[in-house]
């Protein structure tokens, strides 16, 4: 071969369109969906496009449009709901590969564009396609990163969520692989570039793959040319290359094996999988009888040529298997949800005591806004949420990043019947954890044991691999978790460090436990413990673990640092920097649990997922009705009902959006408050029967609508369904100790200007003694008894609802503030301060909580939100406003909040 031969690797992309959902569409028309795929690598790639024909024929069908694909044109109307299709787009990726940096070539990321495009029902009348293409316009669009291995192939489903102008969805399957490997000259290489625009491309599906004869012809010719060898590409390159098949090979059959039982005929299919282990040991045996360079090279070419052309056969019968059935459909969309969902669960801090801790506030759990803040920075600034890793198809927008993913402190107040112990001994536990919530145990303790080596010799290694020592923190585990998946499963990586016939070095070889983590959260998260192991433990471990001896050439490891083995060494990095971070906290005082390390959250069904049964009767009907804050409208907690509904598919839910006090939020509360009371009495008229639970969900200043309602004697039937309160920064203590100068002069300002009887109340100044005020009477009447969940969040970033009147909590910085309050924030909310008003509002606090303390049933949880400054930067922000809504249209903050934690109490 000449010296300047390169290799050529060729990916084929599959996209499968299956659905396309209209969640709240304003327009009413005709639509497709516009791909364009981009390679991120620095290295040219030349990529093809084909778009398969629909089997019934439709309006306008898809096709290819410049360097975009085209879907199948589709109407939506008011009736359509959800529109079934089976679009699929191909992608055919060629991309030089440097063999001799094989282990960095590994990953390859690409660019895909999803486009919505619209046009009015009478712009495709009497039309051809050429002529209605050019009236479509583009609605929305979401950019999406895949990222894409090399050896591992990619095989994924999600839905994609468009803005909120255009809320709608669609769902789509990603199938990609390595296909093949082909040799080429630099000249031939520069040839294809410039003709890239050429219809036929580089090359044509008769000659993808290099036949034997030609690679054999190329080595012969060179086989006089030792300086060439020398100076082209070596014999490890070659070795690589044939790895680096032999991987993809064994994913791929391994996922197809994998997919088996979810095809609806799975007995009719004949498939002998290729034993990739036993390939591997022919390939060694040949290599160590080679006598020079040129044998070793035509040995490596011959079986480079029959694993690509293995992988072809491979690909084509795992598309004709698998393509749109409704089974691999929903596997793959469940293995994302979970995966999406864990991620989320990173950066939220769960602690758990009892709710007689209520009483005595943040200052004997230690969990001061102070203290919560400094923790929160402690996460943002690790490097733990800075390497959080992306999904395989991830969308920065939909998904979040470190920038903008907010931070949330979860503490739960169990029930007094429910907790053991006494309040003085309420530290968490595992053992007392929820089974629920059953953590994993903590693998900090034995990390540094995580990895053993040795050094073996080249030549020995084989027999002294079998012989390498258990690790020590790993004994406790049961043997049958620890079984290799080779043969076929493509669990076992080939490396070519541990293929004869290169230089006598010697190599380190790491024992490794990847858990399911390790690809990216399919399944909960394993770590492995010293001193916390458990025979519960033992039950959440199982069928989790699996482990893999891993070669690294020693050179390689320590002159370039690089990854053996297509290891994926950003997760490893991640789970080191995630146990330093938990260390970090740990030694700061923080007594609790990441929530990414526990078995189970709360999200537990994928998007748009079809029920299996659906139970519409009204005696399982479960109300939620939904209370707009000042100034509000009937669609402010859209967001918060669209991701109930999407997190909890096919659950008997319906929902009130109360709209009757949207331009009366100014008044006092006992006006809003029969207001409601009445919308709401007509809405249950409405069923046949009363429902069997109801919920609330409240922001700002509906929640004291909310509250105040409960107390009016009309409701006192619903009392015993009542289900879940959920609080969005709701003022329950008032607005008062307000940390912003700004923002209380503002509320005294719209008070004068508005004569706002609400406000006036929230302030308190609606009764000269303070114990005839409207939210200190409303303080001693029952409410949260009544709920079997009440979430309380609130946020120190928002000044227009402080803290602590949102988590209903009093500390040292209360009385701090009433002492240290300027004459002129007294003169604008209490004019003046009247003497033991710190007292009148532990009072309240008092009130709230100590009905919920003697109840057995009532599980309180505070939610404390740390935003992201990314969100907003501007005077909002500054103001404390951007903390105030974001609670309404932050999708980032509402999709985490309730996917990992807050959904289960609707469920």
Known sequence: MVADDVFVSSVKLALEFTKFCNIALKLFGYYHIRCQLQCRKKLASKIQIHVSKPAIPNLFPGTVLKDKAIGTTFEVNKHCRCVQFSDVIEYWIHIPVDFTKVMMEDKVQFNLSLELWYIGEDGVLNKNFDDAVNMFKQVSKRDLLLNFSLSKGLH????????YQFLSAVSFTAHCSLISVNIMSTKTLENHFRNSCSENGWFSEETNVMSYRQLMQSSVASKNSKKQIQKGVTNTAYISAFCLLLNAYGALQSKLLQLLPYLPRRDHINFQPLNCSRKFEM???????????????????????????????????????????PGVTQKLAAEHHFSRVRRFADGVLVTENSSLVLFNGNEQAGQDAIVQLKWANIVRRSSYFKLLPDLHIHCPVLDGSACNLPILFEERFEPTASCS?????????AKAFPSRWSPLVDGHQGRRNCRQSSTLDARDQKKKASSVRKLPCFERLKTQYLKFKQLCFGEKVFNCASLPNLNDEQ?????????????????????????DYSE??????????????????RSDLISTNEVGSFVDQSLLMFAEAKEKCKKMLRDDGFCGWLASDFATLASQRYYFASPAAVDSSDSNLHLVVCVHGLEGSPYDLN??????????????????????????????????TCNFVEELLLHISRYPQLPSRISFIGHSLGNIIIRSALADPRLQSCLPRLHTFLSL???????VYNKSSFVNIGLWLMQKWKKSGSLRQLTMKDNADLRQCFLYQLSKLPCFEYFKYVLLVGSP???????????????KSIHEAGNSMSEQEKKYFLSPLPLGHCTVYGEMVKNLLEPVVRNERTLTVRYTVMHSPVIDTGSTYLLGKTAHIAVLDNDLFIEKFLSVSAIRYFA
């Open 156 to 163: 994924y489903h999600r839905p994609v969520l468009f803005d």
């Open 283 to 325: 390939m060694q045996q040949n290599l160590r009888c080679c006598t020079c360079d040129l044998e070793t090279k035509v040995i490596c070419v011959s079986q480079i040529v029959f694993l690509s052309n293995s992988l072809n056969s491979l690909w084509r019968r795992f598309l004709q298997m698998f393509r749109f059935c």
């Open 421 to 429: 112990t006494g309040v003085g001994s309420l530290v968490p536990s």
């Open 507 to 531: 190599f380190e070889v790491h024992q490794v436990l990847l858990s399911d983590a390790a690809k990216f959260y399919s399944d909960p998260v394993i770590s492995a413990s010293g001193d």
């Open 536 to 553: 519960k433990s033992d039950e959440m471990l199982e069928n989790s673990s699996e482990q893999l001896t891993l070669y690294f050439k």
């Open 639 to 672: 967001m918060v009902k669209l991701f109930i509904q999407l997190n909890l598919p096919g659950a008997n839910i319906d929902f009130l959006m109360s709209r009757r006090n949207q331009m009366d939020t100014y008044k006092e509360f006992q006006l809003m």
């Open 729 to 735: 920064n709701g003022p329950h203590c008032g607005v």
């Open 797 to 811: 970033d928002d000044y227009y609802v402080p803290l602590h009147s949102a988590l209903i909590q009093t500390t």
